[in-house]
């Protein structure tokens, strides 16, 4: 883990991180973990990207929000339990500083055209950001030709956009094939021994 | 001070039971502030619903602030904040040390493995549903070209090819856009 001067300093470098993506970060939390996803894995390059999905599975998965969830998990892994405190510390900073000074005067400023504009056209630039993010990561699956991959993935996205699934259901289903996967070539060798010892009795 | 233990305890239940978070917690929270404790009514309750909207971080934890805030001042605010993260920081914690333990097992492996298109599929339908809030202004998807932002759609095309092509600070194009947007609306 290196000398304590550089914990210290890569322990400072994460809560600049994540303090700047929460402090910017509007909507929900899909919106953190894309950011997340170009923050720690293309640029900072402490996370890998298949790491950084299991962490959003786990995050969206477990209770309480998505963007306190992802903070403790990279938190864990950029610098263990020191790491999450200092994670979650920059979470909840953000929120706590901006709205205790906007419930002093929060009509004003629900009501401000200026604020409503700029609104708008951040979240254009929201969806291009997150698209952007799963355009990417799909393509790896589709370069890579895991097929597997991309059959759960298009049956997930259908699952989610078109039905309307609860997202909790279809993490369920694949926890499940992803046992039935790795257990059906055990199974089958089990009995194919069994027979074979059958056999060999008589 | 038995105010602010019952802030606490509040946050507490909406931090434990809220999973999937954001739009999922809204219910809970307004059972939590409205119905139980009266804290807030029904009128301010959807006032904060859209400020924490129009704010950055969670809607739980926005919630927290203002509901502490006004309640309690800002120990109030702080002590619902803490409420809020206390479940997250005890199970997710425990989640990470035992994902860092155990991924390397063949039926964890198995089962992340299955498990990450479907989080890119999430992903990409929690964009999609953003773009057609942004582009047909929350009306919900229609065919007519009348409906559409233009704006938002210029907006949406010029920052996806520019954070794809030259890979630009995705905050910077957000603050771009927002930049663009205001004055947009509020000069022509």
Redesign the interface.
């Known amino acids: 883990m290196g000398t304590k001067k550089e914990r210290l300093s890569r322990l400072w470098a994460l809560f600049c991180s994540v303090l ?12 953190i ?3 997340m996803k ?1 923050k720690f894995v ?1 640029e900072k390059r402490w996370i890998e990207e ?1 790491e950084m ?17 992802s903070s ?2 990279v938190g ?2 950029v610098g263990g ?1 020191a790491g ?1 405190i200092v994670a ?1 510390l920059a ?2 900073l ?3 500083i ?3 000074a ?2 002093f005067f ?2 004003a ?2 009501d401000n ?26 393509m790896n ?1 589709v370069a890579e030709k ?1 097929i ?3 059959v ?3 049956a ?2 259908a699952a ?2 078109f039905l309307e699934v ?3 259901y ?2 369920v289903i ?2 499940v ?3 039935a ?3 059906v070539p055990l199974l089958r060798q089990r009995s194919k021994q069994k027979k074979g010892g059958e056999r060999r009795e008589p | 001070m038995k105010l602010l233990w019952e802030l606490f305890f509040s946050f507490f239940q909406i931090g434990l039971f809220s999973i999937g978070g954001g739009y999922a917690a809204i219910p809970l929270i307004q059972n939590q502030i409205v119905d139980i404790h009266g804290w807030l009514t029904l009128n301010e309750f959807s006032d904060l619903v859209t400020i924490a909207e129009m704010t950055p971080g969670a809607i739980a934890l926005n919630a927290s602030t203002f509901v502490g805030t006004r309640i309690a001042g800002f120990p109030g605010a702080i002590l619902a904040t803490a409420g809020c993260v206390a479940p997250a920081l005890i199970i997710v914690s425990a989640l990470a040390w035992m994902y860092y333990r155990f991924r390397s097992i063949s039926v964890i492996k198995d089962v992340l493995q299955s498990l990450r298109p479907a989080v890119v599929a999430m992903i990409a339908s929690a964009g999609l549903s953003i773009l057609i809030l942004s582009l047909w202004d929350g009306k919900g998807f229609s065919t007519n070209i009348g409906d559409l932002n233009v704006l938002s759609l210029l907006l949406f095309v010029g920052a996806f090819v520019v954070l794809r092509k030259w890979k630009t600070n995705p905050i910077l194009t957000m603050l771009v856009c927002g930049v663009i947007g205001t004055l947009y609306y509020n000069l022509f």
Not at chain 1, 20 to 31: I, R, S
Not at chain 1, 53 to 69: E, H, T, V
Not at chain 1, 124 to 129: D, Q, R
Request: aromatic content about 10%.
């Open positions: 700047y993506l929460n402090t910017f970060t509007f909507g929900g939390g899909f919106v973990i894309s950011l170009k293309d298949d999905l299991d962490l959003a599975a786990i995050a969206q998965s477990s209770p309480g929000s998505i963007a306190i969830n403790i998990l864990y892994k339990a999450t979650v979470t909840v953000p929120p706590l901006i709205l205790t906007i419930s929060y009509e400023f629900r055209r200026w604020i409503a504009g700029m609104l708008k056209g951040m979240q254009a630039c929201v969806a291009a950001i997150v698209l952007e993010v799963a355009c990417s990561m799909g699956f895991q597997r991959s991309c759960v993935m298009a997930a996205f989610v956009f609860n997202v909790i279809v993490i694949c926890i094939l992803g046992i996967h790795s257990a």
